[in-house]
């Protein structure tokens, strides 16, 4: 069993709307350092597979095809131990 | 024989009721087509409604995306179906990639939901030749995601070849680039569109009945094909 992370960013280019409700809120909260905040998603995928398995090759399809929407975000395949 | 317009519910479709009321209103007969019926190709055009399919999950529209009726819907759009997206169906059509960009959360970090007005910027596509080119219409707008954003390039090609067909006219109610509220493929025949012609068919229920045309549009291409 291979457990692999993916993590979805918007493109830095894209507005951030929730980011930067997250960053004013911060900023109520005493937080008055914070310079930017953008918020993404994070997928933890198991998969019937070893670590050094081609089969992993597929996670990066999955990211291509459904998890990440190539026009707005960017996204980043890893291994977990 | 009177055309028969699909319109697609979704788990999480809201619009579909009345986007059947606006169908039957400009003359067609409504199909209700099921997220998980692939279309057997008993319809003559397509309509994706306004809400929340699969409960906004993952994207908007990203897993209504890959379900069985808009896998052939799809094969189908390619081939000439004319098929329009209201709101969420416009989100569904750029997941599908029949129409280029995407749709992002609105600017203003609010859900905005009130009458919008618009430009008619291109009158031949298969949903807008029952409009004037350069027609200001009145419908309503409710959104979260709405703001419309592509890369430079294709926001150049969609000006350069005439592929927006309505933009919004006055406030741009969520920071859609180039104040874009709906734009076609290359071939006309797939239009995606945030604001919802379908809410206004009748001045007793909506702010007008302007958006009659959309649908009307259809009906007229229907008969000429």
């Keep these: 069993m291979a457990r692999v992370v993916v993590d979805v960013m918007l493109k830095p280019e894209i507005v951030d709307p929730q980011g930067q409700a997250i960053q004013r809120a911060l900023g109520r909260l005493g937080f008055d350092r914070v310079q930017s905040v953008r918020q993404g998603k994070r997928f933890e995928i198991e998969v019937d597979a070893d670590l050094d398995d081609p089969g992993l090759v597929q996670v990066k399809e999955m990211a291509e095809r459904l998890l990440a929407n190539a026009v707005i975000e960017d996204f980043e395949v890893r291994s977990l131990p | ?225």
Excluded at chain 2, 21 to 28: E, K, N, P, S
Excluded at chain 2, 52 to 80: H, K, N, Q, W
Excluded at chain 2, 111 to 132: G, H, K, M, P
Excluded at chain 2, 180 to 205: R, S
């Design chain 2, 1 to 225: 024989m009177t055309a028969r317009i699909g319109v697609v519910t979704f788990p999480g479709s809201l619009d579909d009721g009345d986007a059947a009321r606006a169908i039957r209103y400009a003359g067609g007969e409504p199909v209700a087509l099921w997220h998980r019926d692939p279309d057997d190709g008993r319809v003559d055009a397509v309509v994706l409604p306004g809400g929340f399919s699969y409960g906004d999950y993952l994207r908007c529209g990203a897993i209504a995306r890959f379900s069985p009726v808009m896998e052939t819907v799809i094969d189908r759009a390619r081939g000439g179906l004319p098929v329009l997206g209201i709101c969420n169906g416009f989100q569904v059509l750029c997941e599908s990639h029949l129409l280029p960009g995407a749709l992002t959360r609105n600017d203003h970090q609010h859900f905005v939901c009130r009458d919008q007005r618009l430009r008619i910027e291109n009158a031949a596509s298969a949903w807008t030749s029952a409009y004037e080119l350069g027609e200001e219409i009145v419908i309503p707008i409710k959104n979260g995601e709405g703001r419309y954003v592509a890369e430079s390039e294709t926001l150049a090609r969609l000006e350069g070849d005439g592929l927006v067909v309505a933009r919004y006219s006055g406030d741009n109610p969520n920071g859609s680039a180039n104040d874009i509220a709906g734009i076609a493929n290359e071939a006309g025949n797939v239009v995606g569109l945030m604001p919802h012609p379908e809410h206004a068919v009748d001045p007793l229920t909506g702010p007008s009945a302007d958006g009659l045309g959309f649908f009307a549009s259809v009906l007229k291409r229907l008969a000429v094909l």
